[in-house]
C-alpha cells in the first residue's frame, strides 16, 4: 500500500481523495492550516502550509506520493503556484506530486483551445490561470521526477457533490463531456480518478482530464 500525503485534504476534492485511499487501505496523511473536528476514520491529521515548504517535509518524511489539493482563492491567491513550483523541487527523488487542476486548462477538442479561451466565465479565469501556471510549471522541470495533474470536469464542485459509481472517462489533455454536451464528476469519483493513477499509474509527467 502507498502512503499518501494530502495538501488540501480537508478541502471538497482533497477530503474525497482522503477518503477513497483510506477506504483502499492505503496510508493516509491528511494536511491543512487546521484539523478539522470531522474526520475521514483512519486518516491522520496535522497542520501543515505549503507556504511554509521545509517544515512541511518534516511533516510528511517517508511518503510515496504527495497530492496538492489547493485552490489559488482567497489569500491563497497568486501563492498556489510558487508554492507548488518549491514543493515539488524539494520532493525527495522517487517522491511522486499528484495535482488537482481545473477544467480551465483542459482542451475544448483534441486540436481545439483550451477551455479558459473559450467562452470561460471572468469571474473564474484568475484562479484558472493559476492552475494552468503551475501545470506549465511541472512541464518544464528535470524529466527525472514524477507528476500528474489532473483536470476535473467542468461541473465538478461542492454544489454538486454526487454519488460514488468507482467509474469514470480518462479523456487524456480534452474535457470529457457526455453525449448531451454536459461535463461532470462527482467529488468522489474524483476521489476514485486520483487514488487508480496512485495504484496504475498511466499518466507519467501528464495532465488527463476526468468525467462521465
Known amino acids: 500500500m502507498a502512503r499518501i500525503a494530502v ?35 483512519g486518516a491522520v491529521y ?14 510528511i518524511e517517508e511518503v510515496d506520493v504527495v497530492i496538492q489539493a489547493l485552490s489559488p482563492r482567497g489569500d491563497m491567491v497568486g501563492k498556489v503556484r510558487p508554492a507548488t513550483a518549491e514543493l515539488f523541487a524539494a520532493l525527495p527523488d522517487g517522491v511522486r506530486l499528484g495535482v488537482v487542476g481545473g477544467a480551465g486548462g483542459s482542451l475544448v477538442a483534441p486540436d481545439g483551445p483550451r ?24 512541464q518544464n522541470t528535470s524529466e527525472d521526477k514524477d ?8 461541473g465538478f464542485g461542492n454544489w454538486a457533490p454526487g454519488e460514488r459509481s468507482g467509474t469514470y472517462r480518462d479523456g487524456g489533455p480534452v474535457l470529457v463531456t457526455d453525449a448531451a454536451g454536459e461535463s461532470y464528476i462527482s467529488g468522489r469519483d474524483l476521489g476514485v480518478a486520483f487514488v487508480d493513477e496512485i495504484e496504475n499509474p498511466k499518466h507519467h509527467r501528464e495532465n488527463f482530464a476526468v468525467g462521465y
Do not use: C
Not at 496535522?46 to 511533516?59: A, K, R, S
Not at 477551455?115 to 511541472?138: H, N, Q, R, S, Y
Not at 507528476?147 to 467542468?154: L, Q, R, S, T, Y
Open 147 to 154: 507528476w500528474f495533474f489532473v483536470h476535473p470536469a467542468g
Open 7 to 41: 495538501i488540501g485534504g480537508t478541502g471538497y476534492a482533497g477530503s474525497n481523495i482522503v477518503a477513497e485511499a483510506v477506504s483502499r487501505g492505503h496510508s493516509v496523511v491528511s494536511v491543512a492550516r487546521s484539523v478539522p473536528t470531522e474526520r475521514v476514520e
Open 115 to 138: 477551455l479558459v479561451d473559450a467562452g470561460f466565465p471572468e469571474e473564474f479565469k484568475a484562479e484558472a490561470m493559476e492552475a494552468i501556471g503551475v501545470l506549465e510549471d511541472l
Open 46 to 59: 496535522i497542520e501543515g502550509n505549503i507556504l511554509d515548504v521545509p517544515g512541511l517535509l518534516t511533516q
